[in-house]
């Protein structure tokens, strides 16, 4: 509980800088391609959280995107999975739609989950077995949805893309309309509030969905890979995150087809 309460004052503080940050400039720079932003606040916001946990709780271990924590291989102890911003082309482009992800682990379980949408000051919290809040708020459970009647949170980019593209283009025509918000952490949370039914990434890591799994499970919802395999939290996969109807619904899709399973092999491996 100690951990619980601890991590949603310093996602609040860590908002509170994000905000408090912006009314200054920052720089922006590319990563491995010129759409893949990063900015100073990025790895201020990052050296924060870091700082804030192991001041509090030495014997943490942090895996942070903008660089914390490469040396971590295992879930040994208590574990941190932190994406300072989620959606940095949203803070870049639009200074909105951008999200603070924090995902804690024990000995490798889910232990909590919190996600702050930063300008709308809203905190998505769950303790593990104890359900999902918006703010002081309990979030229902989900219900069961068909993929001809749901909206569906989707990249256009993995629509686009040579090798599974044609999977997620059977989707798009299957189900009511796709939303594309630029965020994997407020999609987890949309989905878990039934704004969109479902979720679907082609590549994600740990920091993009430790937080949102933990939260939407909490709802009554399911994530698993693409290919339905259990997601492993130290690594890149696919993600499928939904009401467990929707869910099954969609796994279908990509189950039933050997071209993207191939393609899917080739990024993610063989589990
Ligand atoms: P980021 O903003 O922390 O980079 C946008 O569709 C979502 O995908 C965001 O959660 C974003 O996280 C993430 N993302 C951005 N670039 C990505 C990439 N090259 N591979 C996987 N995920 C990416
Ligand atoms: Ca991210
Ligand atoms: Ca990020």
Same mark, same amino acid.
């Given at each position: 509980?100690?951990?619980?309460?601890?991590?949603?004052?310093?996602?609040?503080?860590?908002?509170?800088?994000?905000?408090?940050?912006?009314?200054?400039?920052?720089?922006?720079?590319?990563?491995?391609?010129?759409?893949?932003?990063?900015?100073?606040?990025?790895?201020?916001?990052?050296?924060?959280?870091?700082?804030?946990?192991?001041?509090?709780?030495?014997?943490?271990?942090?895996?942070?995107?903008?660089?914390?924590?490469?040396?971590?291989?295992?879930?040994?102890?208590?574990?941190?999975?932190?994406?300072?911003?989620?959606?940095?082309?949203?803070?870049?482009?639009?200074?909105?739609?951008?999200?603070?992800?924090?995902?804690?682990?024990?000995?490798?379980?889910?232990?909590?989950?919190?996600?702050?949408?930063?300008?709308?000051?809203?905190?998505?919290?769950?303790?593990?077995?104890?359900?999902?809040?918006?703010?002081?708020?309990?979030?229902?459970?989900?219900?069961?949805?068909?993929?001809?009647k749901s909206l569906i949170a $989707?990249?256009? &980019?993995?629509? /686009?893309? =040579?090798?599974?593209?044609?999977? %997620? +283009?059977?989707?798009? @025509?299957?189900?009511? #309309?796709?939303?594309?918000?630029?965020?994997?952490?407020l999609d987890f949370v949309n989905?878990?509030?039934?704004?969109?039914?479902?979720?679907?990434?082609?590549?994600?890591?740990?920091?993009?969905?430790?937080?949102?799994?933990?939260?939407?499970?909490?709802?009554?919802?399911?994530?698993?890979?693409?290919?339905?395999?259990?997601?492993?939290?130290?690594?890149?996969?696919?993600? $499928?995150?939904? &009401?467990?109807? /929707?869910? =099954?619904?969609?796994?279908?899709? %990509? +189950?039933?087809?050997? @071209?993207?399973?191939? #393609?899917?092999?080739?990024?993610?491996?063989?589990?």
């Amino acid at each position: 509980m100690e951990i619980y309460e601890f991590g949603k004052e310093l996602i609040s503080e860590a908002g509170d800088f994000i905000r408090g940050r912006m009314l200054e400039d920052f720089r922006v720079d590319a990563k491995l391609n010129p759409n893949d932003l990063v900015t100073d606040v990025d790895h201020e916001t990052e050296a924060f959280i870091y700082e804030r946990i192991l001041e509090h709780w030495p014997e943490h271990r942090i895996i942070g995107e903008e660089g914390h924590g490469t040396d971590v291989e295992d879930t040994r102890g208590v574990l941190w999975i932190v994406d300072p911003i989620d959606g940095t082309l949203n803070f870049v482009h639009q200074l909105q739609n951008f999200a603070i992800s924090i995902g804690v682990y024990i000995d490798g379980k889910p232990y909590a989950g919190f996600i702050l949408d930063v300008m709308n000051d809203n905190l998505y919290h769950a303790l593990a077995g104890k359900g999902a809040y918006k703010n002081d708020v309990r979030l229902g459970r989900m219900q069961d949805t068909h993929l001809a009647k749901s909206l569906i949170a $989707l990249n256009s &980019n993995w629509v /686009i893309k =040579e090798g599974i593209g044609h999977t %997620f +283009t059977e989707v798009v @025509k299957d189900a009511r #309309s796709t939303r594309s918000y630029g965020s994997a952490a407020l999609d987890f949370v949309n989905t878990a509030q039934g704004i969109v039914s479902a979720a679907l990434f082609f590549r994600l890591h740990p920091w993009d969905y430790a937080a949102g799994m933990i939260i939407l499970a909490e709802t009554g919802g399911v994530t698993t890979n693409l290919l339905g395999e259990e997601i492993n939290i130290l690594k890149k996969d696919s993600v $499928l995150a939904g &009401n467990p109807g /929707i869910h =099954e619904e969609l796994k279908q899709y %990509f +189950t039933s087809d050997e @071209k993207f399973i191939a #393609s899917h092999r080739k990024a993610h491996g063989e589990k």
